[in-house]
């Protein structure tokens, strides 16, 4: 069973930086395109990175050069590394887990509140 726990949420003041953490069971990670989602209250979910089964790391455009995305296959743990947060970027941040391959199906973790003030 896979099984995707994150942590690291909080919160935090605008400016300031959090690092989430996605705990993955099994092989899943270093045989998946993991992704980085969020939702905001009212708003939909949203991607935030992709990193894809080819290894290339995708952005969206709202978090380009502010947000890090990164993985250790050793350690089965997928990372966010969040900068220069502002208060849009509150929401609950969840991690997926798309195998490779396999097409319109994700694992999901249960999310980790980020509460950006001003």
């Known amino acids: 069973q896979v099984e995707l726990v994150e942590s690291g949420g909080g919160s935090v003041q605008a400016g300031g930086s959090l690092k989430l953490s996605c705990a993955a069971s099994?092989?899943?990670?270093?045989?998946?395109?993991m992704d980085w989602y969020r939702q905001a209250p009212g708003k939909e979910r949203e991607l935030v990175s992709t990193i894809t089964c080819l290894g290339t790391t995708i952005y969206a455009n709202s978090v380009k050069g502010r947000f890090t995305a990164s993985r250790d296959n050793a350690k089965k743990t997928l990372y966010l590394q969040m900068d220069s947060l502002r208060t849009e970027d509150t929401a609950v941040y969840y991690c997926?887990?798309?195998?490779?391959?396999?097409?319109?199906?994700?694992?999901w973790g249960q999310g980790t509140q980020v509460t950006v003030s001003s």
């Open positions: 099994g092989n899943i990670l270093s045989s998946s395109e």
């Open positions: 997926a887990a798309r195998p490779c391959g396999v097409v319109n199906f994700r694992y």
